[in-house]
């Protein structure tokens, strides 16, 4: 199981960190992807790491303000976002996928978190 926690409210230009801890499952052959739902928004892929933390990517959305990176020995994965904008407001989910190649679908998830709330408001 995944389990996500970081969130909270800030004001734009703020930094949160979010993190993920994984239990239950050989998280180091796993990618791991956050993604985000806002009301009324469609649901979007916001960064993926693989299994080994060489590969990262980003929406066009967040590159250049959010670093995805994970730790294997605490099975932990991290997703910094810096330089938030009121439309990062969302909930954000952890996911993990033992996909051998870049998944990009929820289909290709084998694991979720129960999502944590990112407000970014004056």
């Known amino acids: 199981q995944l389990q996500a926690s970081g969130g909270g409210m800030v004001q734009p230009g703020g930094s949160l960190r979010l993190s993920c801890a994984a239990s239950?499952?050989?998280?180091?052959?796993?990618?791991l992807s956050w993604a985000r739902q806002a009301p009324g928004k469609d649901f979007e892929w916001v960064s993926t790491i693989d299994s080994v933390g060489k590969s990262t990517f980003y929406s066009d959305s967040v590159k250049g303000r959010f670093t995805i990176s994970r730790d294997n020995a605490k099975k932990t994965v991290y997703l910094q976002m810096n330089n938030l904008k009121p439309e990062d407001t969302a909930v954000y989910y952890c996911?993990?996928?033992?996909?051998?190649?870049?998944?990009?679908?929820?289909?290709?998830?084998?694991?979720w978190g129960q999502g944590t709330q990112v407000t970014v408001s004056s």
């Open positions: 239950g499952f050989t998280f180091s052959r796993h990618w």
């Open positions: 996911a993990a996928s033992i996909a051998t190649i870049y998944p990009t679908r929820p289909a290709e998830y084998n694991y």
